[in-house]
């Protein structure tokens, strides 16, 4: 495709928007705080920005009688009063299954897999980027873009079409074929770059700045994008009863989803929605680059970029932005971070598979491993309820599990034949 990217727009900030309850954006590091605006790094002390908000009087019964996706949580989210009036993939409300044969395998004794393969793209990226489309259309961008490990690529890409937008996206030329074939058939603008993904970052970072009228959701909109992880954290407390687990396993890669899982908990409490009770939080990496881990492990509260060499590329962001802000929920929370093998990665996609019939990416394995690992060192309580995260669905990344699996025989077509087989 041969993008237009259409006529100029005239972008907007501070009152004029309506984001809902958001009402400014607060520095990370010391608190400073400054308008609305699609900005993503403090003017004062240059660190990350977030959302703050005024939340009003919010119900349960409110809540529950919202539509089946994202937006029943919108009075919580930066985004638009009348949000789901514009085109969107309407992501979210997906399964949260209870693992008891997983659990056996684990040896705990409450296991619950929020098994987020069920979005329109089959990750949980739709969650983020449907929150960042309806910020930037409130801003006046007209184009939809971002740099990508992959998930991010197929979410970007489907919301732009269904949105009548452009999009601009820029993927590693080594990403798997499944998540670069199932990126382009939205006829978007997708371009391969020589590079891992922290150039594919950088360069997306330049060209945000080139480009005023360009959405890059985990860069110029960042604030807004990552909030949509929160609604991980909402639909599980509201799955469970209205209640908090005792521990969550997530997987890591720039950092972000962890952070909002936790904030999304936190904001509850805040609410009234459910009873502030304490949880841990954990986070999941792949060995091959497993930056946070090994900060945490070391104790320190900066982390060391690596550069990535694993199966898992959809975690594989060797430079997390949010490193430093996962270790201090996982020590605010007696939480931990660790990281698995490559082969204890597609131990934990077959693992899942054999046990629940959920196919996971190989993130999804990384959180399986890893918790296996956490129960085996005593850091998960097996006597205390437990949710593992999958966001990503297995058929993106078939070539982690060809050379494993296959068919048991290959026989001729007899009954005596296939008895044998079976018999073997």
């Known amino acids: 495709m041969t993008a237009t990217f259409g006529a100029p727009s005239t972008l907007r900030s501070g009152d004029s928007i309506d984001l809902g ?178 150039d594919v970052n950088r360069l997306a970072t330049e060209l945000a700045a080139e480009h005023e009228t360009w959405a890059f959701v985990n860069v110029n909109v960042r604030p807004y994008y990552s909030e949509g992880s929160k609604t991980l954290a909402f639909e599980v407390a509201e799955q469970l009863g209205w209640r908090i687990p005792s521990q969550i396993v997530v997987p890591v890669a720039s950092g972000s989803q962890l952070t909002k899982v936790d904030k999304g908990f936190r904001e509850l409490g805040e609410v009234g929605l459910v009873e502030q009770t304490p949880y841990k939080v954990f986070g999941a990496q792949a060995t091959g680059c497993a930056p946070v881990a090994n900060a945490f492990k070391k104790g320190y509260d900066v982390v060391q970029p690596v550069k990535p060499d694993t199966i898992a590329r959809s975690l594989a962001i060797g430079n997390p932005a949010d490193g430093p802000y996962v270790l201090d929920v996982v020590n605010r929370t007696g939480g931990a971070v660790e990281d698995v093998t490559d082969e204890e990665v597609v131990e934990g996609i077959r693992l899942l598979a054999r046990t629940e019939g959920i196919f996971a990416e190989t993130a999804g394995g990384v959180t399986v491993a890893t918790a296996k690992k956490l129960i085996e060192t005593g850091k998960i309580d097996p006597d205390e309820e437990t949710v593992l995260l999958i966001t990503g669905d297995g058929l993106k990344t078939l070539d982690a599990v060809q050379d494993h699996i296959g068919p048991k025989a290959t026989v001729e077509p007899s009954v005596d034949a296939v008895r044998a087989a079976l018999a073997d």
């Open 21 to 198: 309850p958001a009402v400014e954006l607060i520095s990370k590091e010391e608190g400073h705080r400054q308008p609305l605006a699609p900005e993503f790094v403090s003017t004062e002390d240059f660190s990350p920005l977030e959302v703050a908000y005024d939340f009003g009087r919010i119900t349960r019964e409110q809540i529950e009688a919202g539509p089946r996706n994202i937006w029943r949580y919108k009075s919580l989210l930066p985004v638009p009063s009348n949000v789901e009036e514009y085109p969107n993939t309407e992501p979210g409300c997906t399964k949260l299954i209870r693992a008891d044969r997983l659990a056996k395998e684990l040896g705990v004794r409450r296991l619950w897999v929020k098994d987020d393969t069920g979005n329109p793209t089959h990750s949980f990226k739709d969650r983020v980027v449907a929150v960042a489309l309806a910020a930037a259309r409130e801003f006046g961008f007209n184009v939809l873009a971002c740099p990508s490990t992959g998930n991010l690529a197929n979410a970007v890409a489907a919301a732009a079409a269904r949105a009548g937008w452009d999009s601009v996206v820029l993927i590693p030329s080594s990403l798997e074929r499944a998540k670069i074939l199932t990126t382009a058939v939205y006829d978007g603008s997708l371009i391969a770059v020589d590079g891992n993904y922290d």
